[in-house]
């Protein structure tokens, strides 16, 4: 059954842990994407700034992240997935990298397993356009192989999400945003993996920006599709605002019937996750809960439009 | 305070507005060139009467885009207008002046007063292909000229007279839409409320549109916080057409709802004075920063506050601009029914989460609808 889900950023570390999540709960909300991104941020990571959050030990982590693991049972929410902090790999930071990957990212593989997290996001290395594709691809499967035993071990799957890439300040197609690369990667993973241990993230802003159909996306990845962010833009800038919010007439904006249409046709039977913290920053504060009623009035909306396109 | 209005222009769920709490209603219409005064009156008579059918709704007013010819049979349409108003939307008047304007009202100054009928004009900007460039009527000081030459030369006044401020059309002119209310001053009677990005006039709900994450392209704050002080008391009608046209009909009571809460923020916003007019309780501010500074400039010599608590333990027990600064624990060295906490920082998330498992109450101090 179609579940619908909302990611913590912009909700958590901000607030107390039970009151995030009585928030999100309140809201309509059955599932959260948990954002451990955000205690080691992208900005940061790109500037060579590494905090030291994930020194601690896995049972440190652990004990911090308890209350969010007794908030969620007390108001009866379960993550769909995790992201994982991000970017993995900086060109000529080898040192931040060696951390990011062997230390951070079992970290949050470990921690998914204690917070009951089936699926984590996990960036792969954007190199294509220092490199070529071809060294991008073999940088990402011999990094993602040495995961698979973690991931067996922790019983926790990755999925890789449709990224972009900026030449010359103008967005442009990274990692994935190709649906043959996504699925060459997952399935050579997963074959190598013997059981299915990756699997597709698909942003639907993502899609937008790199002018990718989302309905023939959504039907070349098929089962491999996992999880979503869902979210929508001008089409120039990631905007991660509230689907609907963009064009002057019926029609214009993302094509969100086709999107429907498509999950229905492959069964979908997961979560819709909202990746929309900007959405709630671009509100007064004070309109937090109405804006969580909102973003799960669209998330109802779509279920009942892929549930009516189901064959099932 | 300000009351909120929906403007319907045949697409939205009326059902959807109605069960959503919306309770006053205005019609839009958009009257091309060629448009005869029969299709006028039935086009408006249609509408009214889809409306109608809502009991729990009111129709305030109307907006039309038309020409100056369609003038006399809209006014025409109804005996008596009840005190409602009309925008006047002149975007598609090519070769408009404001002295083409003043005579057109004067013309018509008889019968907009004998139908008992509130005429506002509206800025308007002047589109040449997908651009948009400054008009006739695309500045407040322009309208305010038009409303005063008017009013000196026939019956209508201020009070059956205005302008009507769109804020999407100002946006999408990169103006100053806080400066612009303050230059329309009492001649405003009516913010028509909308977001684009600049660019494209998509007509869509406020706080949507931004640069990059979360950096707003529309001053909104800076809207509100002019309307507030210059003590605007009257209507914000959400024009939306875009975000109706756009989203799902099952969708527009949701929308609507967001659009009641919107309101109901920036009329606390309002009244923020009133949580500061609290006799027998201290004042008690929370940060000790730019924010607190900024609240001294507006409030502190009617409201001074007693201290200032702060999370930086290097500034307890000293003194910043004259204000004794303390731990955060010497909030609850005060009665309960002593306190009014205000947080002067923009961590409001944060701070209030640290107030509230102190299990003190408090209201925040917004600086950005001031400065």
């Known amino acids: ?312 | 305070m300000f009351t909120s209005v929906l403007q319907y222009d045949g697409h939205a769920n009326l059902a959807g507005l109605e069960q959503a709490g919306v309770k006053i209603i205005e019609l839009y219409h958009e009257f091309p060139e060629e448009f005869l005064s029969a299709q006028i009156c039935l086009t408006m008579e249609e509408r009214a009467l889809a409306v109608m059918q809502n009991k729990n709704m009111a129709v305030a007013g109307w907006t039309v885009q038309l020409m100056p010819s369609h003038l006399p049979a809209i006014l025409e349409w109804k005996e008596d207008w009840n005190g409602a108003y009309l925008v006047l939307d002149f975007t598609n008047w090519k070769d408009a002046s404001c002295e083409k304007l003043e005579k057109l009202l004067i013309q018509n100054a008889e019968e907009i007063v004998k139908r008992n009928l509130h005429i506002f004009v509206e800025n308007s900007c002047r589109k040449v292909g997908e651009k948009f460039g400054f008009g006739a009527f695309s500045e407040m000081k322009n309208l305010v000229t038009v409303c005063e030459n008017v009013a000196r030369s026939c019956a209508l006044s201020r009070e059956n007279l205005g302008i009507c401020f769109h804020v999407g059309h100002a946006n999408l002119l990169a103006q100053n839409v806080g400066a612009e209310v303050t230059v329309a001053g009492d001649w405003l009677k009516l913010v028509h409320v909308q977001d684009n990005n600049g660019f494209r006039d998509e007509e869509q709900i406020p706080f949507t549109f931004t640069t990059g994450r979360g950096m707003l392209s529309t001053d909104w704050y800076g809207l509100i916080g002019h309307l507030i002080m210059m003590n605007y008391d009257g209507m914000l009608s959400f024009a939306i057409p875009g975000a109706f046209a756009t989203a799902p009909q099952k969708l527009h009571g949701a929308l609507a709802k967001l659009l009641l809460a919107m309101t109901a923020i920036w009329n606390s916003e309002y009244e923020f004075e009133k949580q500061l007019q609290q006799p027998g309780k201290q004042i008690i501010l929370f940060g000790a920063g730019r924010m607190m500074r900024r609240y001294q400039q507006m409030w502190g010599e009617k409201y001074p506050p007693s201290f200032v608590v702060d999370n930086d333990s290097k500034i307890w027990d000293t003194v910043v601009d004259g204000i004794p600064v303390r731990c955060p624990q010497a909030i609850l060295a005060v009665p309960k029914n002593e306190r009014n906490v205000i947080v002067c920082n923009m961590h409001y998330k944060e701070i209030g989460g640290q107030l509230e498992k102190m299990g003190v109450k408090y209201h925040c101090f917004r600086d950005e609808y001031y400065f």
């Open chain 1, 1 to 312: 059954m179609i579940e619908i889900g909302v990611q913590t950023k912009g909700i958590l570390p901000e607030r107390e842990a039970d009151h995030a999540f009585k928030m999100i709960s309140d809201a309509g909300f059955s599932r959260v994407d948990l954002n451990i991104d955000c205690f080691l941020k992208n900005t940061d990571l790109y500037r060579g700034k590494c905090n030291s959050f994930f020194d601690a030990s896995r049972e440190e982590l652990q004990s911090y992240f308890m209350p969010y693991k007794k908030a969620m049972e007390k108001y009866g929410l379960r993550p769909s997935q995790m992201h994982a902090p991000y970017p993995v790999r900086v060109e000529g930071n080898d040192k931040q990298n060696e951390y990011m990957q062997k230390c951070v990212i079992p970290k949050c593989l470990a921690l998914a397993s204690f917070l009951e997290v089936p699926w984590v996001v996990i960036h792969p290395f954007k190199m294509q356009y220092v490199y070529d594709k071809e060294r991008e691809w073999q940088e990402n499967i011999a990094y993602f192989e040495t995961l698979i035993p973690l991931l067996k071990e922790h019983k926790v799957g990755v999925c890789f999400e449709n990224l972009y890439e900026s030449v010359g300040g103008r967005i442009v197609e990274g990692v994935c945003a190709n649906p043959d690369d996504a699925i060459r990667y997952i399935d050579t993973l997963n074959d190598i993996a013997g059981e299915e241990l990756f699997g597709h993230c698909l942003d639907t802003g993502h899609l937008q920006l790199v002018k990718r159909d989302a309905y023939a996306f959504i039907k070349t990845l098929g089962r491999r599709l996992k999880v979503l962010h869902i979210h929508e833009n001008d089409t120039v800038g990631d905007l991660h605002q509230l689907p609907y919010s963009f064009g002057r007439h019926k029609g214009e904006g993302f094509d969100w019937q086709q999107f429907c249409k498509a999950l229905g046709e492959i069964e979908f039977d997961a979560v819709l996750s909202f990746e929309t913290f900007p959405t709630l920053n671009s509100f007064p504060f004070e309109m937090e809960k109405d804006v969580l009623n909102m973003i799960h009035a669209v998330g109802e909306y779509l279920k009942s439009e892929i549930d009516d396109r189901c064959p099932r």
